[in-house]
């Protein structure tokens, strides 16, 4: 198997699953949308924003410490393993502590005063997430693909079932006056939100159980030097990673407590909600993204000693932006279809910022398709100097531009944030890792793309069919065109 068709084959195997849930949980939010008005949606919102920060600091960049160092030679891969996991498992567990005290002064820190339990049920959530990232790792290095795949399946179906149980048949039920045993025992008016956050605190437990043999087969071999070693090698990652987290969730939170005095509370969450929901209808490229880093990450570290390795790297790099144009082409030529995912008519006003969102992540995208010069070359501090410059535009252009303009201030900021970041990787990674990108096709591809998203704007079709026919046609050649002009050299497919 090619190098190439080997990395596309576990990105689809890794990434459907990912893929496959994360669109059930897409279609949970005609759901949540027409359950909760934008200011209650807008708490769901906000609260996994702080999740987005918390898995981050609970893994403190220990998984791809693993994969580096599981995949050297001479290393003792077992004691890797059970060094990471019992790091982890001691951290977490004091977390959880913490948090479990701590939780009325956090909850009123964060305007909930009256709902404490959000933060020690969020605390055991990620608790979970980050104890259980380091045995899916090693499924994934291990290439256990159809094991990793049913873990998450699992954890998927059990979140979405409670979902559908609790806003899709319990809520409706007892607002429609209702009266019967699963409402009398398994439900409770004042909970509302949080039956979002149970599911998810449900979901999570079943995957931490589905990874009990990870737990307990392990040899406990924990090697104090071991980790110092990777938490060296990991701590630019976590920067990095937390300044990365800066840049896709800090809008969210700047955006209610930048508008929280003007307009009140009620007012600011629900612009959280309406940028919230609309957010949704961009996550279809970051659902490639998740599944092509699943699969990327080990593969780029066991592709390192190629001879070609770089060249295949270019030609990632190259397949990468013509799928994710791609996406951003469909996306908004069917924004019109896809709307109706948000089911209540109160969150389409936000409409606008999906544009500049679905570019935002290709920028992201390739950002993490440029971060294989400074894991691979040891420079991982340059990781968290580009991301931290990221978080520092992201923080500054919220700032400045919420006041104004509001959501669409967050949107411009966070496309302004990612570009500057691809710009800043690619400019001092040619220094140390220099990968031949061929930069005139990436920008000819995008360029295209948008030039062909701003004349479907101007189209004035009177059949909806016609118009949605001619689309098709346009998105169909746009993607065989650009597949046919890389004809990859034999030396590098074969």
């Known amino acids: 198997m090619t190098p190439l068709k080997k990395l596309a084959g576990q990105t689809a195997i890794y990434g459907l699953p990912s893929i496959v849930g994360r669109l059930l949980n897409y279609l949970l939010v005609p759901l949540h949308t027409g359950v909760f008005q934008p200011e209650r949606f807008g708490v769901i919102t906000e609260m996994y924003a702080y999740v987005a920060f918390l898995v981050v600091i609970l893994t403190y960049g220990m998984e791809t410490s693993f994969f580096r160092f599981h995949s050297r030679s001479g290393q003792n891969q077992q004691q890797v393993y059970s060094t990471t996991l019992i790091s982890l498992i001691f951290s977490t567990v004091a977390f959880w502590l913490l ?9 009123s820190l964060i305007n909930y005063p009256n709902n404490s339990e959000f933060v020690v049920w969020f605390a055991f959530i990620v608790g979970m997430d980050a104890i259980s990232s380091i045995p899916m790792a090693r499924l994934r290095v291990e290439g256990k693909a159809s094991r990793f795949a049913l873990i998450n399946f699992a954890n998927i179906l059990v979140n979405i079932g409670l979902n559908l ?71 630019p990652l976590l920067i990095s990673s937390i300044a990365i987290i800066v840049n896709e969730s800090a809008d969210k939170i700047m955006l209610k407590w930048l508008l929280l005095e003007e307009v009140g509370t009620e007012a600011a969450t629900r612009q959280v909600g309406i940028y919230g929901a609309c957010y949704k209808l961009s996550i279809v490229i970051s659902l490639f993204i998740q599944a092509f880093r699943y699969a990327a990450e080990p593969f780029f570290f066991k592709s390192e000693q190629e001879t070609n390795a770089k060249a295949v790297y ?60 400074y894991k691979l070359s040891g420079k991982t501090q340059f990781g968290a100097y580009i991301a931290s410059f990221g978080a520092l535009i992201t923080i500054v252009l919220n700032y400045l531009l919420i006041p104004k303009i509001g959501y669409m201030g967050s949107a411009w900021a966070t496309l302004i944030c990612y570009g500057s970041m691809v710009f ?47 689309y098709s046609m346009v998105l169909l050649a746009f993607f065989s065109l650009a597949i046919v002009s890389e004809k990859p050299k034999k030396a590098i497919i074969s």
């Not at 948090?99 to 909850?107: C, D, K, R, S, V």
């Not at 995957?207 to 060296?232: C, D, N, V």
Request: proline share 3%; with cysteine.
């Open 99 to 107: 948090t479990t005290f701590f939780a009325q002064p956090i909850a």
């Open 165 to 235: 149980f609790w806003l899709g048949y319990c809520i409706p039920a007892h607002r429609a006056g209702e009266t019967n045993f699963l409402l009398e025992y398994f439900y409770s008016d004042e909970i509302q939100v949080g039956y979002v956050f149970i599911a998810n605190l449900i979901a999570s437990g079943v995957k931490l159980l589905l990874l009990s043999p990870y737990f307990f087969k392990i040899k406990a071999k924990f090697k104090s030097s071991l980790l110092k070693q990777m938490l060296i090698y990991g701590s």
């Open 314 to 373: 270019a030609k990632v790099m190259n397949y990468f932006v013509i799928v994710c144009a791609t996406i951003f082409l469909g996306v908004m030529f069917f924004i019109d279809l896809l709307k109706y995912f948000i089911a209540d008519e109160a969150y389409w006003v936000g409409l606008d910022v999906v544009p500049v969102l679905l570019f935002a992540n290709i920028f992201l995208g390739i950002f993490y398709n440029l971060s294989v010069w």
């Open 424 to 470: 800043l990787s690619f400019a001092i990674g040619r220094r140390y890792y220099k990968v031949p990108y061929q930069w005139p096709k990436l920008i000819l591809y995008l360029f295209v793309a948008l030039l062909l998203y701003q004349a479907s704007t101007l189209l004035n079709i009177d059949s909806v069919g016609l118009q949605y026919f001619i």
